[in-house]
């Protein structure tokens, strides 16, 4: 099995109590100090106003300490920590090692922890544009968002035959998206009878599916045991907890996460059909789906069996828009072409405004691995080191983890490179990275002897800073 055998496995276990404390205060005042210093530099120094975020390196915050709804936001706070408690010790007591109980628990979680913000800005909010719910609050009207596109949408032929034309004049959302984003939100209007449905079945249904995706390919290369635990540290993600419900991010992940579980299967057939219409998927959207071909292609690059199936894939892609040029005329890339318009008036953003460029770029990063815990971040440099030992001594098959990890971190920095992602936002526009973060985690806990006390503590440090982050932030998007 992938990430070492008995003999490697070293008896220092994972983070000690002590430990977990000094890597939260570093992680803390490094923030701090970056904050600071890129202020700082920027304004100080260069004299530039390159709209660094207050709350670097998150860019769609505020502190809301002061509006904490009470008595709600401690009651589902300590709900949630009774349920995390319970989860915890039921996984690590009971030798079942299914991913039902881990999916049921990151749901519920992600659920209570979203209602320490209340119904409205909780779970309904998300469903609007950007600062609605604030705006409304004085007086300005700003309806937008993938959900008020699509509760206008009366004819969705329509809707797709003239969808470049009103492109435009849609929600700020929306409008950089493809249409298939604004369809999705569509047809959970139509099957649902609520918008709080909407709000609901979203993320638990998206969220259980990405658990137990995940799981599928943890357990093709790990023993169940570390799937399972592996499985339960990514629902217990900031990113995950924040950044679930209702959004459309937690569906791309499922997408783009289907897609690796079925090319990596032994069938042909599902690697080929199967991987095309989760690719078709993801790029009705969004379009940065781009990420997920270089890992496919990386992939086949060491295994030639799927190498006809990326074929298929490919060639399936282009046909599918095609024949949506000829029968709907939507032509995908002139849609494109206008979503980056919107996105870049100025062109392409290194030349029209290098030091923003520059910034932002550092704040992708920095955001995706503050919402990824310093705790995993450590355990998957940890893990990354594992399989790259371990990958000449090894089958091909064992060195796949370490493909997919290596190139879903090339295809994001690669679409970082070409500009993607102008504020941050990355925990939540990227969110579809995180589950090739775990793939070294998975790699790491193998390789560990960790005792159950260790591994309840690191599952506290995860989940201790997500419900925090929840508590004393308020995200918008």
């Known amino acids: 099995m992938t990430g070492g055998t008995d003999s490697t496995r070293h008896s220092a276990g994972l983070f000690s109590l002590r430990r977990i404390l000094v890597v939260g205060w570093v992680t803390l005042t490094t923030v701090v100090f970056f904050n600071v210093a890129i202020k700082f530099l920027d304004r100080g120094l260069l004299g530039a106003n390159t709209q660094i975020p ?70 309904l909010r998300p469903l609007s544009a950007p600062g609605t719910y604030e705006r409304a609050a004085i007086g300005i009207a700003d309806p937008g968002g993938y959900y008020e596109a699509a509760v206008a949408v009366t004819d969705p032929i329509r809707f797709l035959e003239t969808f470049e034309a009103r492109q435009l004049s849609l929600p700020l959302h929306a409008r950089t998206h493809p249409p298939g984003a604004v369809f999705t939100f569509y047809l959970f209007e139509v099957v649902l009878p609520s918008s709080l449905a909407v709000s609901l079945v979203v993320g638990t249904l998206s969220l259980a599916l990405a658990a137990l995706l995940l799981f599928r390919v943890l357990e093709t290369y790990y023993p169940r045991d570390v799937a399972q635990f592996t499985t339960f540290l990514f629902v217990l993600l900031p990113a995950v907890q924040i950044y679930t419900v209702t959004t459309l991010d937690i569906v791309i992940t499922v997408v783009m996460l289907a897609a690796v579980y079925c090319f990596t299967r032994e069938s042909q057939l599902v690697a080929a059909l199967g991987t095309l219409g989760c690719v078709f998927v993801a790029s009705t959207q969004t379009f940065v789906f781009v990420f ?35 029968v709907f005329d939507f032509n995908y890339l002139d849609s494109f072409a206008i979503a980056s318009q919107q996105q870049n008036p100025g062109g392409f953003l290194l030349f029209a405004e290098p030091l923003r460029y520059l910034y932002t770029r550092i704040e992708d990063i920095a955001e995706i691995l503050l919402f990824f815990t310093p705790y995993l971040g450590l355990l998957a440099l940890a893990g990354a080191r594992v ?23 090339v295809s994001i920095l690669g679409l970082f490179a070409g500009g993607v992602y102008h ?55």
């Open 387 to 409: 399989l790259w030992q371990g990958a000449r001594g090894l089958s091909t098959r064992d060195r796949e983890p370490l493909v997919l990890f290596g190139a879903a971190v």
């Open 423 to 477: 504020t941050g936002e990355t925990a939540r526009g990227a969110l579809f990275v995180y589950p090739f973060l775990m793939l070294p985690v998975a790699a790491a806990l193998r390789a560990t002897n960790a005792s159950r006390q260790r591994r309840v503590l690191l599952a506290a440090a995860v989940f201790g800073q997500a419900l925090l982050m929840q508590l004393v932030g308020d995200y918008w998007w």
């Open 292 to 326: 997920i071909l270089p890992v496919l292609a990386a992939f086949a690059a060491i295994r030639p069996a799927k190498r006809r199936p990326l074929v298929v894939v490919l060639l399936g892609l282009v046909g599918a828009y095609a024949l949506l040029a000829v």
């Open 54 to 123: 207050k709350f670097w390196p998150l860019s769609k915050f505020t502190l809301r300490i002061e509006r904490l709804p009470l008595p709600e936001a401690p009651a589902f706070a300590i709900a949630a920590l009774v349920v995390f408690t319970v989860a915890t010790v039921y996984l690590l007591r009971t030798d079942r090692t299914t991913v039902v109980p881990v999916a049921i628990a990151g749901v519920v979680l992600a659920v209570l922890t979203t209602l320490t913000h209340g119904v409205g800005p909780g779970l």
